[in-house]
């Protein structure tokens, strides 16, 4: 079973940019599809974006569509999230997560492999 491992996160001003990686353990990363999940204080986790097992097809949540974009490098056994333009209401601690479904899959309960988290802070 893979391992997750994120980074990227920390502290930026309204307006600005920031990538997170998550970096797979094992030779079976491109078996899975991989998502992008966040929590906020007080609120249930929500998925934010999600990519196929080649990369080939992706969901972006309609909160930060035209935002954020989601990628994969199975070679590099990492999923991206990279987040442009960035809010106080994406302040979270973001999840990396993967799925052993088909296709593309946006559930959170569908997701059986997870990140310890990363924690981004948005500043206005």
């Known amino acids: 079973q893979v391992q997750l491992v994120e980074s990227g996160g920390g502290w930026v001003q309204a307006g600005g940019s920031l990538r997170l990686s998550c970096a797979g353990s094992g030779r079976t990363f491109d078996t899975y599809v991989m998502g992008w999940f966040r929590q906020a204080p007080g609120k249930e986790r929500e998925i934010v974006a999600a990519?196929?097992?080649?990369?080939?097809?992706?969901y972006v949540a309609a909160s930060v569509k035209g935002r954020f974009t989601i990628s994969r490098d199975n070679a590099k056994n990492t999923v991206y999230l990279q987040m442009n333009s960035l809010n106080p209401d994406d302040t979270a601690v973001y999840y990396c997560a993967a799925s052993p479904g088909v296709g593309l899959v946006v559930r959170e309960y569908q997701y059986n492999v997870w990140g310890q988290g990363t924690q981004v802070t948005v500043s206005s």
């Open positions: 990519i196929t097992r080649t990369g080939s097809v992706t």
